[in-house]
């Protein structure tokens, strides 16, 4: 627990409200409670700043102009742009963790019935429910908790804080919990902004050969139950992915984009950060998604479209040299007619 | 080895002949032999039920209407669809294994001059031929045969029952025989179909890092001998892929794809499932392959086709917007003439 | 060290020069220095032969026509292609590596504060700077040199000799020194070539999770001080990547291609060999680059073009079925008028 204080000092920051309340953890704007603390940097959540619960709110100083604030809001005002302070900010917040000392930790809680392959590594502070599954040299680290009968094939990682839940496989070489591509650019560096947040995946879920999910920035990724992720998989900082859904080999989701239930990627479709697609949409084959795809759709294409008309559009491009002659051919007779 | 009325009371159907003859494996309708059980879902093998070797064949009792059998096959008729009764199916037919008890099983075979690095698991029964490499954290599940003058790069997987012919190469984190991606949907849930074939992987293959080859679900996945696999290429169940290909990195083939001799796929090509692609062939990169390539021939882009004209349509892409106007120019010039 | 004797006997080979001039060691036509001994088999290095700094050089005997050289040049000429030879003389100038022992070898040299999990492998002559974390199942094998304050995250390989600058991260899965894709095709038979250069990543670097980055077949695979790649990346053999790029997951970057500084490649961009991006190029999502793409440009498609272009590009495919439509009556309303 901090206080205020202590957070505006870390940014050089004033504080306009109570120096000595106490905040818990970081959050983002729109998954804070209470006792977080949270910041605004983007237009679209300083003007709806009384709408996040935390009762904290880090801007920056010349975003404090034209603010109407609920009376226990509390805010720091910084002098650099809140975006730069990313980097320090979650570095502060991010959980120290323990040394890793013995094969297999004394403080993990390990259930009844679990089978734990020689080499393999157990965290402190993890909990592994009944019956479940290790082989060799899987990692799993600090604080991890996983429940009952689930199967981890060999070389996968579970990184720090991920939850796993109950009859999850996850296929050799899968990685949970890496952390997501985010840097804060100052200059042509990059500063590397900490993944605090972690990985949900809850149960029934399978997870593909050398498939990665990365944990959230702030604020958790989540697999939700019944869905299943195939080989090489990329799914990016703090996606939420309904249930039941089909994420086939080799498609890359970009970070904080939500999707619906019982939807289907194919092989090798893309998708842009930041995207909301509905329930029950099929998206083929090498598809790049750009925009929002409401529920029940089944689209296709880069540019996605209907994926109907995305298959006459893809006859209609074998034919574009042909097409390119018969212009110039009509552009010749118009002349003549002239 | 199960008599045919134990699989019968297993899935609740009828037995139509000898209730007690003994069948030892579950094969594909292909691929069967005649001491195996196999079933027919699809239309185009019920119709054709006499031709597979199998002599016990599950199908649907709707699908009995107009069957004329040959004298000896025995039938197990089901109510229920028998695509929704895979997952039960491959469950009983998939095969135990033993626990995992010491880094080096002692059941294992370790020919003459293999070297195994510290932190390498070496499964029940396993065989592993002469002069083979094996570097550390390597997992090589129960039954595993594996050739000679084979290197095992680090944190390779290969899981159970699979095979590795002489001289291949697996590069650092190459995942051999995890699950197929399959599952049968009933409901809105996704049931695991168990993935009970292995993969063969023959001489002088070299397998590219973080590249995952899926099991067979049933038969096997087979790479033939002198095929070069890049990193981080996904290769489905049950695909044959044939001598001699060089399959370029982050290529994902479906399931069930046949790949003739001295194919190339450049890099991050995407084959659709239960095609068959000749001998020969040359598909450029970023193609997306969704129907049958013939022998010999070069082709390319999305939707496939011939490789020169699959250049000129790119070209005349990128003239696109210009024959837009051109043809608003030309509608208008041709009103006018009107 | 080797005489030129010794390499033209390998080669079968006659030596024009200083049969006792010694060697040290193999490089590439541009990157040798006077102590290498080099070859030249595309005509672009024959006509330029003298050019190259290496004191020996070894070319086909019938590309030994026209050709004036220095006076201290001594060459090696072989009856038989030069790049059919390849396979047997970087085989010959492989480096040998110890047998693997302990978990961590004992002349490894460990700085100060080095944090190493249980389970990893630390390799023969390795040397790892202060403060480093090494997680579980990591394998880091012979002659690999780490910097200061590096976090090896768990299942990473490192190959071979790679070195690894200051403060990088390697996410878990990731492998580092891979053998590139390199292969002598010889009638049908695709004949390794030993991948005997390294990789060498600068300080600041961060590599995402599985990803891998392929060492270089002669000279090194080289990624630049600051640059991020993403999850699943992959990085072909010879590469030079500079300063400050952003790598997006699932990008691949074929053989021998030069990126300059501050560069960004989006999701599931590839790139073809042998190719030179400037510096501060943009690359959007899913695009294919095969052919050189200067400084400060945007671009984006495949073919990749102007992004501006592109996205115009992009909105008139939509538009294709009905620009064909439209032909179709232009034709005959001009047919009509004719």
Do not use: W
Not at 113 to 126: L, M, Q
Not at 165 to 182: K, M, W, Y
């Amino acid at each position: 627990m901090y206080t205020v204080e202590e957070i505006a000092n870390l940014l050089e920051g004033k504080v306009v409200g109570d120096k000595l309340k106490k905040v818990i953890s970081l959050s983002s704007f729109i998954e804070a409670t209470e006792s977080d603390i949270t910041f605004a940097s983007e237009k679209k959540f300083i003007s709806k700043i009384n709408q996040t619960k935390a009762k904290v709110v880090i801007i920056s100083e010349e975003n404090n102009k034209e603010l109407t604030l609920k009376e226990d809001k509390i805010l720091i005002l910084t002098k650099t742009d809140v975006r730069k302070l990313l980097p320090k900010l979650l570095k502060f917040f991010k959980k120290e963790t323990k040394s890793l000392d013995e094969l297999i930790e004394k403080d993990s809680k390990i259930g009844k019935n679990v089978k734990i392959a020689p080499n393999s590594y157990i965290g402190h502070n993890t909990t592994i429910g009944e019956s479940t599954i290790i082989y060799p040299n899987v990692t799993i680290l600090e604080g991890v908790k996983i429940g009952k009968n689930v199967i981890i094939y060999p070389n996968v990682t579970i990184r720090e804080f991920c939850e796993i839940g109950d009859n999850v496989i996850l296929q050799p070489g899968a990685v949970i919990g890496s952390d997501g591509f985010g840097y804060a650019t100052v200059g042509e560096k990059h500063i590397k902004i900490e993944q605090i947040g972690k990985v949900i995946i809850e149960e029934n879920v399978e997870i593909g050969a050398n498939a990665s999910i990365d944990r959230g920035a702030i604020g958790d990724t989540i697999i939700k139950k019944g869905t299943k992720i195939d080989n090489l998989v990329h799914i990016g900082h703090n996606d939420k992915i309904g249930e039941n859904c089909l994420i086939v080999a080799q498609v890359g989701i970009s970070g904080s984009v939500e999707i619906g239930n019982n939807v289907i990627l194919a092989g090798q479709v893309g998708v842009a950060g930041h995207l909301k697609i509905g329930d029950n949409v099929i998206v083929a084959a090498k598809s790049g998604i750009t925009k929002e795809i409401k529920s029940n759709l089944r689209v296709s294409g880069f540019p996605v479209q209907d994926h109907k008309k995305d298959l006459k559009t893809k006859i209609a491009m074998t034919k574009l040299p042909e097409m390119l002659k018969r212009i110039k051919k009509l552009e010749k007779e118009v002349e003549d007619l002239k």
